[in-house]
């Protein structure tokens, strides 16, 4: 009986044994490997691209937009100012408008720069007061009764003297002596510097 229990008592411990490697060897060879692998994924299908065929014909079909008849494009570019004092000269200097109340103008004028025998002739209204005046470094001038309205001064460049141009600081004085404008001309021979009293 001893016997017996022993072969068995073995045949079980033995089998026992295995059942353990075997359970080993699998979780080993598993282990590692073992992975969850995600469902794959289907493809879409494309649509087949059609050929597109045109017909030339259906261009000649098309209304155009573009303008047949366009002008000739005549704009210039403006220039800019000129800054040269030889070509700023040759042309007429307007000094504006001056409004006033006075009765009476006196108008003064001397060379602007040295004397250099600089000439001008004076106009009021069109009229010559003044046909020859030789600028020096002094004030010089007249005075004149303003008439209601526009009252126009001209002085005119007789020459350039030694320096060009013809140069002069000029002054007008209401009736009560106040300077009611005063400003420079730089003007070429021939050329006229302008200004307007206006009589209110």
Same mark, same amino acid.
């Given at each position: 009986m001893n016997r017996y229990f022993n072969v068995k008592g073995r045949v079980f411990t033995l089998g026992l044994l295995l059942s353990v490697f075997?359970?080993?060897?699998?979780?080993?060879?598993?282990?590692?490997?073992?992975? =969850?692998?995600?469902?794959?994924?289907?493809?879409?299908?494309e649509a087949p691209v059609k050929d597109v065929k045109?017909?030339?014909?259906?261009?000649?079909k098309i209304k155009s937009y573009v303008i047949q008849d366009v002008e000739e494009n005549t704009y210039e570019i403006p220039k800019g100012e000129e800054k040269d004092p030889e070509k700023l000269a040759k042309r007429d200097q307007d000094f504006g408008v001056v409004k006033t109340a006075s009765g009476?103008?006196? =108008? /003064?004028y001397r060379d602007a720069?040295?004397?250099?025998?600089?000439?001008?002739? =004076?106009? =009021?209204?069109?009229?010559i007061v003044q046909p020859e005046v030789l600028l020096n470094g002094e004030p /010089?001038?007249?005075?004149?009764?303003?008439?209601?309205?526009?009252?126009?001064?001209?002085f005119e460049a007789i020459n350039e003297g030694y320096a060009a141009p013809n140069t002069a600081d000029f002054k007008i004085f209401d009736d009560n002596g106040a300077v009611i404008s005063s400003n420079q001309w730089n003007i070429a /021979?021939?050329?006229?510097?302008?200004i307007i009293l206006e009589k209110e």
């Open positions: 075997s359970a080993t060897y699998a979780q080993e060879e598993f282990g590692s490997e073992f992975k =969850v692998k995600a469902a794959p994924q289907k493809k879409k299908k045109f017909n030339t014909g259906d261009f000649n009476t103008a006196k =108008v /003064q720069a040295y004397v250099d025998g600089d000439k001008v002739r =004076v106009y =009021v209204n069109y009229e /010089q001038g007249f005075d004149i009764t303003l008439k209601k309205g526009v009252n126009r001064i001209d /021979q021939g050329y006229k510097a302008t």
